[in-house]
């Protein structure tokens, strides 16, 4: 059965960093691409960053020079470092496997909510 279960989410003030981890049972990361997706109230659901199995990350151009998308193959937890927080960042970010390039994975986890306000 596999599992993603996101955590790091939470309020940070415009400026300011986070890091989201996905942790991944019955999937290995190392294998498999990992993206994260996010949703804002109204919005549709949109990738964020995704890494490949090789290592490659791929980030939306909104995120770009701000975001950052790492792999901890050992801890089988793929991570979202997010700095220069701003409000239209403030959304629930869901964690997705396996991904590849135009292609959504078939396993979300239940996503953890990132709140950007002074």
């Known amino acids: 059965q596999v599992q993603l279960v996101e955590s790091g989410g939470g309020l940070a003030q415009p400026g300011g960093s986070l890091r989201l981890s996905c942790a991944g049972s019955g999937i290995f990361f190392s294998i498999s691409g990992t993206g994260w997706y996010r949703q804002a109230p109204g919005k549709e659901r949109e990738l964020v960053a995704a890494?490949?199995?090789?290592?490659?990350?791929n980030y939306a151009d909104s995120v770009k020079g701000r975001f950052t998308i790492s792999r901890d193959n050992a801890k089988n937890t793929v991570y979202l470092q997010m700095n220069s927080l701003k409000r239209e960042d403030t959304a629930v970010y869901y964690c997705?496997?396996?991904?590849?390039?135009?292609?959504?994975?078939?396993?979300w986890g239940r996503g953890t909510q990132v709140t950007v306000s002074p």
């Open positions: 890494i490949t199995s090789s290592g490659i990350g």
């Open positions: 997705n496997a396996p991904w590849r390039v135009g292609a959504e994975g078939r396993y």
